[in-house]
């Protein structure tokens, strides 16, 4: 299994940014896709953001245009960078590195697989 780092959450106001990184020490990004989940208490995770491993990027309609994701190669990092942030968007979010399939259908109670996710709040 893949060790990774999440961090980047916090606390902001709307309309605030933040930049979410995940790194990984036992794979490399170029080689497997990844995936971006949060989870907001009281509700199903889901799914944010794909990264497939040719560079092709998916967001979920909730984000599109506000939310977008880069790749550092010399630090193995994938970065969620979130703009324009609403209220809706506070949840815990989670890096997951598998196949495309294999994200899509992550069940939630497995998110912490390879460790914590990082908290993002915002508040009105």
């Known amino acids: 299994e893949a060790a990774l780092v999440v961090s980047g959450g916090g606390s902001v106001e709307a309309g605030e940014s933040l930049r979410l990184s995940c790194t990984a020490s036992r794979v490399t990004w170029d080689h497997i896709d990844q995936g971006w989940y949060r989870q907001a208490p009281g509700h199903e995770c889901e799914l944010v953001s794909t990264r497939r491993r040719d560079g092709h990027i998916w967001f979920a309609q909730s984000v599109k245009d506000r939310f977008a994701v880069s790749l550092d190669n010399a630090k193995n990092t994938i970065y969620l960078q979130m703009n324009e942030l609403e209220p809706e968007d506070t949840a815990v979010y989670y890096c997951?590195?598998?196949?495309?399939?294999?994200?899509?259908?992550?069940?939630?109670?497995?998110?912490?697989?390879w460790g914590q996710g990082t908290a993002v709040t915002v508040s009105p």
């Open positions: 997951i590195p598998a196949d495309l399939g294999t994200i899509a259908s992550w069940p939630c109670d497995r998110l912490d697989t």
